[in-house]
């Protein structure tokens, strides 16, 4: 008998775990986890959870008796400290040992931290982990004025969250989610908060947080204003877990390097979700490798790992990324990813709040960037993921709907 062991039980490391026994793996399967809970999922932190909309129950990745029921072992609370690639074994902080004949590595991202003066002070948070959100809830309903350091999707949800609270955002680049969307979806979010009351400063990072009695006061911005603060959320980021990757000696760059298999430079051992920079041939200009955050990622890489555990096979992974952010009611859904575009085309009306982003690279639809338009989003996927072709010409003929276009109507399979 063979054993599985996941370091990481979130999202893809329980994904790994579940695909394992749905694909009828019959040996051993340990899951192990460096945090307390039970495991959960990551965004309704900044969303449900924040607006007392759900439990912590309720976010729990599966039911308590999943794990047992299905031959899982789950390790709460339990670190891997050292990776062993030539004896095929692992250390635990507890002090155990377990073997393995294949090994995942599912563990994730950590928030980038600033290093500012003042980043100790109570009232800075990051917002990654079910103990930051208990923290904020909490604080929330004390605090009058946030300052919130990263106009990314992380910040944008907590101040959907910060509803009666005198807000605001300092983000360092010169428009909202930069990194992930195009100008005209930045453009109507930042409208959409600044409606609802959001001070919102672009091109303006945070140099340090000024403090008394140990509690943040106020916020210092690189252009000397001082914002008055009961509380800070830092979004700026996540950096990939890759420490034990490291010592273990396989390759790593700005995450766990993986080939189209998804195995690191050790042929015995994957790296799914956050953690994981893959080849980004099939979505990206000029080939170069990616790492994603993203629910969608995290599930479809650990699919496709406990595959080829199951069946002994080698095949590449080509899932198409997509994401999705909520914020005040507004549904925000990637279909694709746009790096590297060269044209936009907007159908629908931003004035009217609902509307999306065609995104062509080389003359080819490769995103869609979906607000409110739920329909146009699940379009997308259907024609992104099929190969078929839609270019700039298509969608400038009268009548076109990406609907359609999914049906076949006005596209060419490639
Ligand atoms: C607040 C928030 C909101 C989000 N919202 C969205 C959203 O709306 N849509 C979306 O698509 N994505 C969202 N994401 C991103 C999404 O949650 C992540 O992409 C997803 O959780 C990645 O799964 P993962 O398993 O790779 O990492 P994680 O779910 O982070 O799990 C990694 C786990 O590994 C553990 N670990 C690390 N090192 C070790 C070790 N040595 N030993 C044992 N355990 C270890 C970590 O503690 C962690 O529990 C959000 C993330 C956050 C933080």
């Not at 695909?19 to 040996?27: I, M």
């Not at 000029?286 to 595959?307: K, P, Y």
């Not at 400038?396 to 399979?413: C, E, N, P």
């Amino acid at each position: 008998m063979t054993t599985t062991v996941i370091v990481g039980a979130g999202q893809a490391g329980v994904q790994v775990a579940a695909s394992l026994r749905q694909e009828g793996y019959r040996g051993r399967v340990v899951l192990v986890g460096d945090e307390a809970e039970q495991p959960y999922e990551r965004p309704p932190l900044s969303k449900a959870i924040l607006l007392g909309a759900a439990t912590e129950e309720q976010i729990r990745l599966r039911a308590d008796g999943f794990y047992a029921a299905n031959g899982i072992e789950l390790l709460t609370g339990e670190r891997v400290t050292h990776v062993d690639r030539v004896q095929r074994r692992l250390r635990l902080a507890g002090g155990g040992e377990l073997g393995w004949d294949h090994l995942v590595l599912a563990t994730g991202a950590r928030p980038r931290v600033l290093g500012l003066p003042g980043t100790g002070l109570a009232g800075v948070l990051p917002l990654h982990s079910l103990g930051d959100a208990r923290v904020l809830r909490e604080q929330l309903s004390d605090a009058r004025r946030i300052v919130i350091v990263g106009g990314g999707f992380i910040g944008l949800e907590f101040a959907s969250a910060c509803a009666d609270k005198d807000v605001v955002l300092l983000e360092a680049a010169d428009r909202l989610m930069g990194r992930a969307v195009t100008q005209p979806v930045s453009a109507f979010f930042a409208g959409a908060h600044a409606a609802r009351g959001v001070r919102i400063e672009l091109s303006i990072g945070a140099t340090e947080f000024v403090g008394s009695s140990g509690r943040v006061t106020a916020v210092r911005t690189t252009r000397g204003a001082l914002h008055p603060a009961d509380l800070v959320l830092v979004g700026a980021g996540s950096l990939p877990e890759t420490q034990l990757a490291e010592r273990a000696g396989l390759a790593v760059r700005d995450g766990v390097l993986v080939d189209s298999t998804l195995r690191t430079s050790d042929p015995q051992v994957f790296a799914v979700g956050d953690c994981a920079r893959f080849p980004g041939a099939h979505h990206t200009a000029g080939g170069t490798t990616i790492r994603l955050e993203s629910v969608q990622n995290a599930m479809d890489q650990a699919r496709h790992v406990a595959r080829q555990i199951a069946a002994g096979e080698v095949s590449e992974f080509r899932a198409l990324p997509w994401f999705w952010s909520d914020q005040k009611g507004l549904g925000l859904r990637i279909a694709g990813l746009g790096q590297g575009h060269t044209q936009t085309h907007v159908l629908g009306d931003p004035d009217a709040g609902a509307f999306s982003v065609l995104v062509f690279r080389e003359e080819r639809l490769v995103t869609v960037e979906s607000v409110n338009r739920p329909g146009d989003h699940a379009a997308a996927r259907r024609i992104l993921s099929s190969g078929a072709i839609v270019t700039l010409r298509d969608v400038a003929a009268s009548g076109f709907t990406l609907k359609a276009a999914a049906r076949g109507g006005t596209v060419s399979t490639a």
